[in-house]
């Protein structure tokens, strides 16, 4: 029996031992962001606790505000955030009192610290900490609770935990230079001056928002990013990451942050201090692991081939100090270089050079062999200062060369060439980074060219989806410009049109369907065909509008879709608007001053089957311009609507006018892409000639073709017809209106309309039927010469749908 409680005591101080010896361990590393939580471990290592935690006081010296955690979720034992530092605890207890508190199942039943007990019984252990400056508590399941070995390790566990001070304002209340701290219930940060430094800001530029500076940040780093900022995803203790934040010239710049996240305690919200440092001056040198890393962080962010080109050229160039750095793709037979590093035509072979094809060259495989034989091996081949090599490749590198193949998918999608000019020596770490480096280059070159094909696929749908040129307008000019998104291959669904309507009107039209898909943009095209059909029946905005929105009901879709359609007169220089959910049109009026147009709004398009879209009033005179664009333009994450449209307002405020074109592409300037962008500009002249019009309704009554002939020479007469071009006119006046009357029922008009020594005789009638021209007539028939006469008379003729009927029109030029 005293042999085994020999080995029982051996084994406990044993076990106390290996204690201290991690405890050792990891103190000798005091500055490690997991310091702490790497200590609180070893309690459930050696003293058998399901959970161990540190308590300290936190900004409310009256509150022990819980620091970090280990093991079980707290919340199983009913452990607080937070206990008054006066109250009765045992974390509050053992600070106040400087000894340990050992707490069993009936002292913790009788008191209120825990609010909730597992299944089965638990023991609570608080001991202060070194210093003074919080306490240590830890819980055991087992069913004796802690012994006395248990016991000397939390002891020893106690006395290692020490409480990094976190990165604050000094007592002067000035914030250190390279520190932060984050209110994580509103997200107002204090950042210090070298802070913003890397992050491109000054103190005058800052708005003390968190968000501006995530704004700032490579996209794809935003959700490690979001992990520590974001209260709901970050766990009490310490943390630390690298991100990289964008410059406005080259590759983005890598920082570390280290941080804590300190409870607020009781009322008070918790903050996250730490300190932001530029990664690259955190080591004496960056291993080559690193740069590997850190290409493949690049190649996972390059959409095109350019994109991975330029990012293999900034991952190994400067690293590798090589004078010049090729890399093609391989079709075929032949490589077509992406990029050259220097992009100068001097700095590389003759052959190079003859081959040279506007920028990039494109250089026959076989007219270098050993690149051939390196690329038919698929391993990355060096040849030292010396070797002999075919003219196209030994003025690459005379110093050295390293070929890279880079393979995809079981082929070669390409080469990398790297050329040294003095002699260079290859160490064995440089060849392991080359090797490594193809084979991220390979995938990423074949993932961009799909993604180069595939986004010119979509590039050209779209294209076929909207106008491929814009009408010319008497008295007015418009130009139109899309940019389609940049995030991901998806067609958006932002349309614009521009169309000719009868009388010298003309409808613009701007619109945008519900999210980026193939269903979207074939919802678009549907919808903009519909809108011109619409039109061109001579319905008024508002009824096309309506329409079109009843169209859209009636098809099996969920999307739904924005509109705002403006019926421009040019003759009168007036229009209406009508908006279906959409952003309203913009003016710049002459003298330079701009307002957004006041139109009244009906709901998007698919939404409501009865839904009002009214009709609101624009005056225009000459020089005025009216935009009109979609939400991609305006909105993006750190502004509204309003703000986008104010700033649209702004900068057309700005623009010169009579360069229209200029001005589009002046407005697109800066544009975030992770939208679609349509935007269609019209400025108005006012026409130089209006032409005459006169209309006459025709009764169905016995008289009716005489009454619209003596309607019609007395309109020529006022306007200077004379003879034989008034006979002319005359007849074709009488066979046309003699068609309506007879092939149709329902109402008749005459409409005359005289331009630039044009007449323009125009019958409408309800009937949608278009006239027929008979392919042959023999002398018996009584009919069909009707419109063999007006084709004959008249230098055109045609017919348009208008309201449900049709108008049949010819033009005859006019002698005088």
């Known amino acids: 029996m005293a042999d085994v409680v020999g080995e029982g005591a051996a084994e406990r101080g044993t076990r106390t031992l290996r204690a201290e010896i991690a405890l050792k361990t990891v103190a000798a590393d005091p500055d490690s962001p997991q310091r702490l939580r790497r ?23 009256d509150l022990l505000c819980l620091v970090e955690s280990a093991g079980v979720p707290r919340t199983l034992y009913g452990l607080r955030d937070s206990y008054p530092r006066s109250g009765r605890s045992a974390a509050a207890d053992a600070l106040r009192t400087g000894h340990p508190v050992w707490l069993g199942p009936a002292e913790l039943a009788a008191g209120a610290a825990f609010r909730r007990a597992p299944a089965r019984d638990f023991f609570v252990a608080a001991l202060p900490a070194h210093g003074g400056g919080g306490c240590l508590l830890a819980v055991s399941e087992h069913p004796g609770g802690f012994d006395a070995d248990d016991r000397a390790c939390l002891e020893l566990i106690a006395d290692a935990v020490a409480f990094p001070a976190p990165p604050a304002a000094a007592e002067g209340g000035e914030l250190p230079a390279n520190a932060f701290s984050l209110a994580m219930d509103s997200g107002r940060v204090e950042v210090g001056d070298d802070i913003l430094a890397l992050f491109g800001l000054g103190p005058g530029d800052f708005d003390g928002k968190v968000e501006t500076l995530l704004g700032r940040t490579v996209p794809e780093d935003l959700p490690s990013l979001m992990s520590v900022v974001e209260a709901d995803h970050m766990s009490l203790g310490d943390r630390e990451l690298e991100f990289r934040v964008l410059q406005p010239a080259g590759p983005p710049k890598w920082l570390r942050l280290r941080g804590r996240l300190l409870p607020g305690g009781e009322g008070l919200p918790a903050r996250l201090v730490g300190t932001v440092a530029d990664a690259s001056t955190l080591r004496a040198e960056i291993t080559d692991v690193a740069r590997v890393q850190r290409l493949a962080a690049a190649l996972a962010t390059a959409g095109t081939v350019r994109d991975v080109s330029h990012a293999v050229v900034t991952a190994l160039r400067k690293p590798l100090r090589a004078d010049r750095i090729a890399l093609a793709e391989l079709e075929n037979d032949r490589l077509v270089v992406t990029v050259l590093d220097p992009p100068e035509p001097e700095s590389w072979p003759e052959l190079w050079r003859l081959e040279w094809r506007t920028e990039w060259p494109d250089a026959p495989v076989r007219a270098m062999p050993t690149l051939a034989a390196a690329l038919r091996e698929g391993r990355a081949q060096i040849w030292p200062a010396g070797t002999p090599l075919e003219p196209a490749l030994a003025d690459v590198g005379p110093g050295g060369l390293a070929i890279l193949p880079l393979p995809a998918g079981g082929r070669m999608a390409g080469a990398c060439l790297i050329g040294w000019d003095a002699p260079h ?52 000019e418009a130009v139109a410009r899309y940019l389609p998104t940049t995030a991901g291959l998806e067609v958006g669904g932002d349309w614009y049109d521009v169309i000719p309507l009868p009388d010298n009107h003309v409808a613009l039209v701007i619109g945008d369907v519900q999210g980026h898909s193939a269903a979207a943009a074939t919802l678009m095209g549907q919808m903009r065909t519909a809108l011109r059909a619409y039109a061109a029946e001579g319905h008024p905005p508002d009824v096309v509008v309506h329409h079109a929105n009843r169209l859209l009901m009636e098809m099996e879709t969920d999307l739904f879709a924005t509109c705002c359609y403006v019926d421009v007169d040019l003759e009168e220089g007036s229009a209406w608007c009508v908006r279906a959910g959409h952003l309203p049109p913009v003016l710049r009026h002459p003298d330079g001053s701009t307002e957004i147009a006041e139109a009244e709004g009906g709901p998007p398009l698919g939404v409501l089957r009865q839904a009002d879209f009214p009709m609101s009033p624009i005056g225009l005179r000459p020089g005025i311009v009216v935009a009109l664009t979609t939400d991609g333009l305006v909105e993006s994450a750190d502004a509204d609507i309003d703000t986008g449209m104010d700033r649209l307002a702004d900068d057309l405020a700005r623009s010169d006018p009579a360069h229209l074109g200029l001005v589009a592409d002046a407005l697109l300037v800066g544009a975030r892409r992770s939208d679609d962008i349509a935007l269609l500009l019209m400025r108005y002249d006012g026409m130089a000639v209006r032409p005459l019009r006169e209309s006459w309704t025709v009764w169905r009554v016995p008289e009716a073709v005489g009454h619209a002939r003596r309607f019609t020479r007395r309109t020529l007469r006022t306007w200077g017809v004379t003879p034989p071009d008034t006979d002319t006119v005359l007849l074709v ?10 092939h149709t029922d329902g109402r008749v008009r005459l409409d005359l309309t005289l331009v630039h020594h044009r007449l323009r005789v125009a019958v409408a009638d309800s009937s949608p039927r278009t006239p027929v021209k008979p392919a042959s007539i023999s002398w018996e028939a009584t009919g069909g010469r009707g419109i063999l006469l007006v084709e004959a008379m008249a230098a055109e003729w045609g017919t348009v749908p208008v309201s449900g009927g049709k108008q049949v029109w010819s033009e005859i030029p006019l002698s005088g």
């Open 425 to 476: 020596d290859f160490g064995p770490d440089e060849r392991a980074l080359l090797t490594a480096s193809a084979g991220l280059a390979g995938q990423a070159l074949s993932r961009a060219h799909a993604f180069d094909a595939e986004h010119e696929l979509v590039g050209m749908l779209q294209r076929q989806l909207l106008p491929r040129r814009l009408p010319r307008l008497p008295g007015a």
């Open 39 to 61: 200590v609180l471990e070893q309690a459930l290592v050696f003293s058998g606790a399901t959970l161990a935690a540190v308590y300290a006081p936190g900004e409310d010296e």
């Open 733 to 742: 006046v009488s066979e046309l209106v003699t068609n309506a009357l007879v």
